[in-house]
């Protein structure tokens, strides 16, 4: 498994891959992979909760899943997403929260999305030795204030993502990822600071990519603009469905070698 310093090792050497998942079948496919970073993203409420932003995913929901992706991964680091408002409302609940995903659930990491008010608890938690992904630019939990729309778009906006990202690699977090921000931008972060950055809509040269995995798999009926699908899932899960309702209407399942029967237990009425 790439320890959070290897991932230090990496940035700069070769790309960093990051994918989503939030179940085991799917972190054991990306683990195999060699995909160096699962994160189990809150992005889990919208892709299989059934919610239409991460809002409403709670502690206990986020401990379910990345129990399900810690018990299947072997190799790849996995990150725990914290969801809303399970930090910084309170130090010793953001503790509790980020540590139960780590002492009971098996994470390697915690990611916070980020802010002026997850400087100092980033540099606590790292004390005590919670290795922290900071998350910058477009972070989905604050859409009632921000919008879900590109950030860091004046020099102003730029400047301020470019001082935290510095203040959170000086708090000890040991990668950020980075987005929806203008790609210029993010190649002066990345410049700037000693800690990988992993971008999303950010452009090519941050140290790593990350996507969530139902875009990659060409599952997601409506992509973001800045996601690439790599396969058809979705067709092929589509057909798979269909086959399997005309082969039960026509009669053809089951079969005689999907089926058991015991004579002895004939005439039972
Ligand atoms: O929840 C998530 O999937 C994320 C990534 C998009 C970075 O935060």
Do not use: W
């Not at 892709?47 to 790849?76: I, K, N, Q």
């Not at 510095?166 to 921000?181: C, M």
């Not at 798999?217 to 996601?227: A, N, Q, R």
């Amino acid at each position: 498994m790439p320890g959070v310093r290897d991932l230090q090792t990496m940035a700069g050497a070769e790309p960093i891959t990051m994918l989503t998942a939030y179940d085991a079948t799917t972190a054991a496919l990306v683990d195999d992979a060699d995909v160096e970073v699962i994160l189990v993203g809150d992005s889990m409420g919208r892709e299989t909760l059934g919610f239409d932003s991460t809002l409403p995913v709670t502690v206990d929901d986020m401990a379910r899943h990345v129990g399900a992706v810690a018990r299947s991964t072997e190799d790849a680091l996995v990150v725990a997403d914290m969801p809303f408002l399970s930090i910084g409302v309170d130090r010793a609940q953001s503790v509790e929260h980020c540590g139960r995903m780590i002492k009971e659930e098996g994470a390697n990491a915690v990611k916070l999305e980020s802010g002026p008010h997850t400087v100092e608890l980033t540099e606590h938690l790292t004390d005590l030795g919670i290795p922290v992904m900071a998350h910058l630019g477009l972070t989905p939990q604050s859409h009632n204030l921000t919008d879900r729309v590109r950030q860091a778009t004046t020099r102003e906006a730029a400047r301020e993502q470019l001082d935290l990202a510095k203040r959170h690699a000086e708090a000890g977090a040991f990668s950020l990822v980075l987005e929806h921000v203008p790609a210029n931008v993010a190649a002066q972060i990345t410049d700037a600071i000693e800690i990988p950055t992993i971008g999303i809509g950010a452009g090519p040269d941050c140290d790593g990519q990350v996507l969530v995995v139902n875009d990659v798999l060409g599952l997601t009926e409506s992509p973001p603009p800045f996601s690439a699908s790599f396969g058809d899932v979705r067709s092929a899960m589509t057909d798979a469905i269909s086959a399997y309702r005309a082969a039960v209407k026509d009669g053809e399942y089951p079969a005689a070698e999907h089926t058991h029967a015991d004579s002895t237990l004939d005439d039972i009425a």
